[in-house]
C-alpha cells in the first residue's frame, strides 16, 4: 500500500525518462546553429511574421523554404517558440529566452576552459580572438589596402601573445592597432578608426560635479554624447584646416556636438503649421497626435506641443510668427484665452534641451495688427515670465508699423520681471541675426551662425598692418564658409533621413534655398582700436567700416560660388570669452590687450540706457550704431543695457527713446534670482528673502 504523497518507483523512473528525453531534444534543437540564429532574430526583434523571419534568418531563396519550415518546426514542438495564431507573429517563448542564455554562457565558458585567449566585445559579448577580425575591421572601417591591413594585424597580434593574458578587450586591441598605425605614419587611418568616447576620469568628475547640471539624468548624457559627436567633428568630418583652426582660437564652432546634426536659428509660421496639422510620420510615437483643431483648447495644446518638438530641431532658437492670427476669432473671451496661453507657454518649457542654455523660443508680435490679441498674448507672457525663474519663452516686438507706446508699459514690467523682450523691424530673432530669406514662398526658414571669427587674433598676427589684417580675414573665412556649406548637406541628409521629423515632413526648406548661411565677426572694436592701433574717431572707424565691407563682400563671392546666400553678422556668442581667454594666454604681455576692461570680446553694440535720454539720431554713437547696421547684412546685435536698480517707469522711458534712435535692440536687465526657490521678484544681494537660501543665480 503507497502512502498519500508518495510516488511509487516506476512512476518517478518515468518521470525521470520523460525529464532526460525533454531535455535530450532540447539539446538536440541547440545542436543547429541555423536554430540558434532564429532564437536569436526573436529575441531581439520578435515578434516577426513568417516572411520577415525567414528573411531575417538568411532563407531568401524558394529553394531553402523547406529546410527554414522543418528548423521552425523543431522549435515549435520544443515550446522554444510559440504562434500567435490571431496576429500571424512567431515570439520566443521564456523557455527559447533561457535556452538562448545557456548557450551563450556555454559558449563562453568553453573558450575560458580552453586556455585560448578571448575578448569581451563592445556588443556585450565574449568571443575567441580572432586576428582575421583585426584585419576586416581595418579594411572595412579605415579603408586600409588589404596587405598593408595584413601587415599591421601580424604586428599587432605578436604584441597581445606577448602579453600572456586570456582576457583581452575590443577597445584594448583598438588602442592596440592605434598605436601601431601612428607607429607606421598611418595618422589618418588612424582618425578613422580611434574609438571616440570619455576617461574614466571624466564620466566619473561629470558625474561628482552635478552644480552643472540642472535638467537631470537627461543632463548628463546629452552632455556625454555631445562630447563624443563633437570629437566626430573636429577629427572626421571637417577639413583639418578648419579643425585646427576652431582649436587654435583663430574661429569658434559653437555647439560642436550637434553641429552636423540640427540648425542654429530656425523661422517659422506657426498659424501655418497648426493649421495644416504636424506630420510627424513614424517618427514621436509616444506623442499625441493632434490633429488640426479650431477650439481653444486643441490649438493651444497642439501649440504647446509644437514649441517642445521643435525646440528640439534647433540649436539656439527658434522664431514664431503669426500667432496672434491664430488665436484672432478668440478676441471675446480673453481672460480665458490667456489663462490657456499661459498654460501652454508653461507645458512648453518642459521640454529638454540640449546644453546648460535653453533653445530659446521667441514670439515674434507685428504692432498695428490684432490689437487685442497682440496684448492678450503679451499678458500672457508677462504671467509666465513671473512663475518662471529662467524664461527659455521670449517676445520679438516688430514695431515697424505698429506704436511702441502702446506696449511699452507692458514690456518695461516684463523686463523688470526677468523677461526675454527684443524689439526689432522687420524679421530678426532675438540674437540679432536678420532672418535671410524673407522673399522665400516656405513656411519656414534656417539660418546657420555658429561660426565665430577671432578678429584681435588676426589683428595680433598682422603686425599693425590693417591691408594684411583684412586679407587674412578674408583667407580664413573661404574653408569656414566651405565648411558651412559642408555642415548643410550634412543637416539636410540627416533630415531628410528622419532625425528632424517637423523639418522633414512639414517643409521642403534645403530645395527651396531658405538656408542661409551666417558668420559672425567677434572683437572688430579691439582689433581695430586696441590692436591695430587706430584712434576711435572718424579715420578709425572708417578702417572699422573697410573691415565689414571686406567680409560682406567675401561672403557674397563664396557665397554665389556655393550656390547658398551668406551673411555677416555681429552677435553675441560663448566664443567670445574662449577667444579673450586663449590670446590672454598667447600673448598675456600685451599692453593691448591688459587695456580692455571685460574678460571677453565685443559682440555687436551696448547702448547704456542711462545716457540714452541725451542721444539724438545725430550723436555719434548713435550714427555709428546704424552704420554697422546697414553694412552688416547678417544683422547686428544692439544691447539697451538697463541699471539692474531701474523702475519699471524708467524702462518704459528708456525703450521708448531707444526706438526712435535705431531699428534692433535688446534690452538687457540684471536681476538677482535664489538658485534653491526661483524666486525673483524684489531685488536682493545676499540671501533669497523668502527661502534664506545664500545661492543666488
Not at 521564456?94 to 545557456?102: A, H, I, Y
Not at 546697414?630 to 538697463?642: D, E, F
Request: proline residues 3%; charged residues 25%; contains cysteine.
Amino acid at each position: 500500500m503507497e502512502l498519500a504523497g508518495e510516488i511509487s518507483e516506476p512512476k518517478r523512473s518515468g518521470i525521470l525518462q520523460s525529464t532526460s528525453k525533454r531535455v535530450r531534444m532540447i539539446f538536440s534543437v541547440m545542436a543547429s546553429p541555423n536554430r540558434i540564429d532564429i532564437l536569436r532574430i526573436l529575441n531581439s526583434k520578435g515578434p516577426l511574421t513568417y516572411s520577415e523571419l525567414k528573411s531575417l534568418a538568411g532563407f531568401k531563396s524558394k529553394k531553402e523554404s523547406g529546410k527554414f519550415a522543418y528548423h521552425l518546426r523543431k522549435l515549435l514542438r520544443q515550446s522554444l517558440v510559440a504562434l500567435n495564431k490571431s496576429e500571424r507573429r512567431y515570439t520566443i517563448t521564456n523557455l527559447g529566452k533561457l535556452v538562448l542564455s545557456l548557450a551563450r554562457q556555454i559558449e563562453e565558458r568553453s573558450i575560458i576552459e580552453s586556455g585560448k585567449m578571448y575578448v569581451r566585445t563592445s556588443h556585450e559579448s565574449i568571443e575567441e580572438f580572432n586576428s582575421h577580425k583585426i584585419i576586416q575591421s581595418l579594411v572595412r572601417e579605415g579603408s586600409l589596402p588589404l596587405e598593408l591591413a595584413q601587415k599591421i594585424t601580424e604586428e599587432v597580434e605578436n604584441r597581445i601573445y606577448k602579453y600572456q593574458t586570456t582576457y583581452l578587450t575590443g577597445s584594448l586591441i583598438r588602442e592596440m592597432v592605434n598605436s601601431v598605425l601612428l607607429e607606421h605614419g598611418h595618422e589618418e587611418y588612424r582618425n578613422k578608426l580611434a574609438r571616440l568616447g570619455l576617461p574614466v576620469y571624466d564620466v566619473q568628475e561629470m558625474i561628482s560635479n552635478l552644480d552643472n547640471v540642472d535638467n537631470g539624468a537627461e543632463g548628463l548624457l546629452f552632455n556625454t554624447g555631445q562630447r563624443v559627436f563633437a570629437e566626430h567633428l573636429l577629427t572626421n568630418i571637417l577639413p583639418k584646416d578648419v579643425a585646427d583652426s576652431h582649436l587654435s582660437g583663430d574661429l569658434h564652432i559653437t555647439n560642436p556636438g550637434i553641429w552636423s546634426m540640427i540648425p542654429d536659428t530656425i523661422f517659422v509660421n506657426i498659424k501655418e503649421l497648426i493649421e495644416d496639422g504636424i506630420d510627424l510620420g513614424g517618427k514621436y510615437l509616444d506623442v499625441s497626435r493632434i490633429s488640426s483643431s479650431k477650439q481653444l483648447d486643441g490649438i493651444t495644446s497642439a501649440l504647446s506641443i509644437t514649441i517642445s518638438l521643435l525646440s528640439k530641431e534647433a540649436s539656439q532658437e527658434i522664431v514664431l510668427d503669426g500667432l496672434a492670427g491664430l488665436f484672432t476669432k478668440y478676441s471675446k473671451s480673453l481672460p480665458e484665452f490667456e489663462q490657456k496661453l499661459t498654460d501652454a507657454f508653461a507645458t512648453a518649457s518642459t521640454t529638454s534641451k540640449y546644453n546648460k542654455t535653453s533653445t530659446v523660443v521667441s514670439i515674434r508680435l507685428q504692432l498695428g495688427t490684432d490689437t487685442k490679441i497682440i496684448n492678450s498674448i503679451i499678458n500672457a507672457y508677462k504671467n509666465y515670465v513671473k512663475i518662471t525663474p529662467i524664461p527659455k519663452i521670449g517676445l520679438i516686438i516688430d514695431h515697424d508699423k505698429g506704436k511702441i507706446t502702446d506696449v511699452s508699459k507692458s514690456a518695461a514690467e516684463i523686463i523688470s520681471l526677468g523677461g526675454k523682450v527684443m524689439f526689432a523691424k522687420g524679421q530678426v530673432s532675438s540674437s540679432g541675426v536678420t532672418n535671410g530669406s524673407t522673399k522665400n514662398t516656405s513656411p519656414l526658414s534656417i539660418t546657420l551662425q555658429s561660426v565665430s571669427i577671432n578678429l584681435p587674433r588676426l589683428a595680433f598676427e598682422s603686425n599693425k598692418d590693417e591691408t594684411y589684417f583684412r586679407a587674412r580675414l578674408a583667407l580664413l573665412m573661404k574653408p569656414a564658409l566651405a565648411s558651412m556649406a559642408l555642415r548643410k548637406k550634412e543637416i539636410s541628409d540627416l533630415t531628410r533621413r528622419g532625425l528632424n521629423p517637423i523639418l522633414a515632413k512639414n517643409t521642403q526648406y534645403m530645395q527651396r534655398s531658405s538656408v542661409s548661411l551666417v558668420v559672425n565677426l567677434v572683437g572688430l572694436k579691439e582689433a581695430v582700436f586696441n590692436i591695430l592701433g587706430f584712434q576711435d574717431n572718424k579715420e578709425g572707424r572708417d578702417i572699422l567700416h573697410k573691415v565689414i565691407e571686406t567680409a560682406v563682400d567675401v561672403g557674397a563671392k563664396k557665397g554665389k560660388e556655393l550656390g547658398d546666400p551668406v551673411a555677416i553678422c555681429m552677435t553675441e556668442t560663448e566664443g567670445s570669452i574662449r577667444f579673450a581667454s586663449l590670446d590672454g594666454e598667447k600673448y598675456g604681455k600685451n599692453s593691448s590687450l591688459n587695456s580692455m576692461d571685460t574678460d571677453y570680446y565685443s559682440q555687436g553694440v551696448v547702448i547704456d540706457s542711462s545716457e540714452i535720454s541725451d542721444f539724438t539720431a545725430k550723436s555719434e554713437s548713435i550714427s555709428e550704431c546704424n552704420k554697422l547696421s546697414k553694412l552688416l547684412n547678417g544683422g547686428l546685435l544692439v544691447t539697451l543695457a538697463i541699471d539692474k536698480e531701474a523702475k519699471p517707469e524708467e524702462i518704459k522711458k528708456s525703450i521708448e527713446k531707444a526706438s526712435e534712435l535705431t531699428s534692433s535692440f535688446k534690452p538687457m536687465k540684471k536681476i538677482s534670482i535664489c538658485g534653491e526657490c526661483g524666486f525673483k521678484e524684489e531685488l536682493f544681494e545676499d540671501k533669497c528673502p523668502k527661502c534664506k537660501s545664500p545661492y543666488i543665480v
